[in-house]
């Protein structure tokens, strides 16, 4: 499908979708888009924990009707330019690494690595989430998924091997 930029870059839920224009690449979409999260993800470190995961719930929130009216709008289901989900997924990732281990640029990277594997690989049940649940909750639910995975996993690997930090 080919897509209108200006369109995306006029419409503001298009463009929130879009990751402010990230998921315009022509290659790797989503990676670009979890791109757009690190400067988020520091700024809310900043954050005391209550204030951070409320913030995820409410950009979670926010993604089901952002992505689900974009899809609507451009006619296909989680177009692979909507990346909205790859940056609340990645921003799940590091809110659960992070409330064990400092937030620092080693979990940055690692947290990004680890959310990109489970977010492309799709293990059970991410794929199963991106197959059977539709509209904008079926679209942020499987990189929900995939940021818990990644977080888990990082959060699990530094405390197995505490000398890395």
Known sequence: MRIDTNRI???????M?????SGLAPRAPGTFGTLVAVPVAYALALLPTLWHAAVI????????WICGTSARRLGVHDFS?????????YLITLAIATAAVPFNWLAVIA???L???????KPWPIGWLDRHVGGGT???LDDVAAGIYAGV???GISQWIPQIY
């Open 153 to 155: 996993i990082w959060w």
């Open 17 to 21: 979708a879009f990751g402010f224009g």
């Open 81 to 89: 330019g909507i990346v909205f989900d790859e940056i609340v997924g």
């Open 111 to 113: 947290g990004f690595v």
């Open 57 to 64: 719930v409410l950009l979670f929130a926010a993604g089901v």
């Open 138 to 140: 079926g679209i942020m």
């Open 9 to 15: 870059l006029r419409d503001p839920v298009h463009l």
């Open 115 to 121: 959310f990109r594997i489970f977010d492309i690989a």
